[in-house]
């Protein structure tokens, strides 16, 4: 209510509260937002940030993990979260926020010259959205049309081993990031060795995989399934590396993924492969890889939007990079507790409850994300 309002703010303390209606205003609210206040009043409930801290400036960019966020545990992307991003589009996706703990930016990649498709920063241009996902591209595809974005969409994959410009028949490669020779037969050979079903994942066309157990079949069926594609059966993957393609990463099937990847990483040294489990897989990607490094050299040389004005979401280990280096990283509820730690505040919603669909549609109608017409300076 009113009082609560009232005191949760302390400029506003000086206010008679009989000036204040039943109902706090939305530039009060966005004033609250603004602020840094742990709660305040959006829509009637109460939307609850973890610790207010995140950088001050601009957001024009959104980068959205998949699996565990802005998709639910059907692995469905609903119609309430696609309207949403558009209307986040439409509305210009900037917020001033407030000036809380500093964030440290990290130069991560030397910079790419400027091709064709990296485009310079615009007043008119619409604002950004960002996939960035441990998907491969062809998992990815159905997502970018459903979505239906103006133009070409940019899209992390494989958990940042590749950057690419999605949206028509043929996804264009910016950049990527493959495991090298030594790493990807050690990798191999490792996974043989325990007996887990490998998946050898490349930049175009689809992931091949050599299951040698009915176990293992199972497995690889069920991920088939989580990613909604197809996978090449093969002999022996060790034919597939020496054909001249290196993986982008090395994907392990496996029951218990927090367990298997621990053990993995005692038997391969962190110098040689990033190792990451996640839903029912353990990934092994180049040392170098993650998405928050992807996405921070994607924003710098492709979409030429700072981090401090990325606002970004996610749920599973492979997300803390991102969330660490952007301006407002926020961990969904069902967030693992490591992710939570590394965001700046925490969603109140889950991919269930279309958490980022709720949490973008509160910032907007606290007018966090404020609106403007093309080229008045208030749009990317």
Not at 110 to 125: G, V, Y
Not at 154 to 164: D, I, K, L, Q, Y
Request: proline share 7%; net charge neutral; glycine share 8%.
């Amino acid at each position: 209510g009113p009082q609560q309002f009232f005191d949760a703010f302390p400029p506003f303390r000086s206010i008679p509260q009989a000036t204040l209606s039943s109902r706090p205003s939305a530039r009060m609210v966005a004033a609250a937002a603004m602020a840094g206040v742990a709660s305040a009043a959006v829509g009637g409930a109460v939307r609850r940030s973890a610790t207010g801290a995140v950088a001050a400036g601009l957001r024009r960019l959104v980068a959205l993990d998949m699996d565990g966020t802005t998709l639910n545990s059907r692995h469905a992307l609903t119609p309430r979260t696609v309207e949403t991003i558009h209307r986040a589009m439409a509305a210009g996706v900037q917020a001033r926020l407030p000036r809380a703990r500093r964030k440290t930016w990290v130069k991560t990649a030397t910079p790419l010259p400027h091709p064709s498709w990296a485009r310079p920063p615009s007043s008119s241009s619409a604002p950004q959205v960002v996939i960035a996902s441990g998907r491969p591209a062809l998992s990815l595809q159905p997502y970018i049309e459903q979505l239906a974005l103006p133009g070409e969409v940019p899209a992390v994959c494989f958990n940042g081993a590749c950057a690419m410009m999605m949206g028509k028949p043929e996804p264009r490669i910016l950049f990527s990031e493959s495991l090298s020779l030594d790493a990807a037969q050690q990798v191999l050979a490792f996974c043989r060795r325990v007996g887990w079903c490998a998946s050898y994942c490349r930049a175009s066309g689809p992931a091949c995989a050599a299951p040698e157990t009915p176990e293992q079949e199972g497995l690889l069926s069920r991920f088939e399934s989580l990613e909604g594609t197809k996978q090449v059966r093969v002999a022996d993957l060790g034919e597939v590396l020496t054909s001249g393609e290196l993986p982008l990463k090395i994907v392990a099937m496996v029951d218990d993924p927090e367990a298997a990847a621990a053990s993995a990483k005692e038997a391969l040294p962190s110098d040689l492969v990033h190792i990451i489990a996640a839903e029912m897989h353990v990934e092994f990607l180049n040392p170098s890889v993650n998405k928050g490094r992807s996405l921070a050299r994607l924003c710098n040389d492709v979409v030429r939007v700072p981090l401090a004005e990325v606002v970004a979401y996610g749920d599973n280990h492979n997300d803390v990079e991102m969330l660490r280096l952007v301006g407002d990283g926020v961990a969904m509820a069902n967030a693992k507790d490591a992710v939570k730690s590394a965001a700046d505040r925490e969603c109140r919603w889950s991919n269930d409850e279309e958490g980022v669909a709720n949490d973008i549609n509160a910032l907007l109608d606290a007018g966090v994300f404020s609106t403007g017409a093309v080229g008045d300076g208030s749009r990317l």
